[in-house]
């Protein structure tokens, strides 16, 4: 499994409000998956809109289905030239959580 961040990172022409509530759709989804509590226990991403970017927590089973869900909500929604995944190395400076 990879074991890092996945760095979503959107062109100007994206809200990075639009793609946070998109994100909020694929942690929706993967409490599904998962149940609600297990979500609320693995799961951080961070956001930063001044660069555009949502980083998402890989390192774990729930972090990467909801980066997987989100990718696809993405797609959908924005296209595939909005936005860009980059694989970053694991850092502990993320620091939302979802709430139980």
């Known amino acids: 499994m990879f074991a890092g961040v996945f760095r979503f990172s959107f062109d100007e022409d994206v809200p990075i409000e639009e793609a946070e509530l998109t994100l909020h759709l694929a942690i929706f989804a993967a409490e599904g998956l998962f149940g609600k509590p297990r979500v609320a226990m693995e799961f951080r991403y961070e956001i930063q ?49 979802v709430a139980a």
């Open 49 to 97: 809109p001044f660069d555009n970017h949502i980083d998402v927590d890989g390192e774990t089973e729930v972090g990467v289905a909801v980066a997987r869900i989100f990718a696809g909500l993405l797609l959908r929604e924005f296209g595939e030239t909005a936005f860009r995944i980059t694989n970053l190395p694991s850092h502990e400076s993320l620091h939302h959580e």
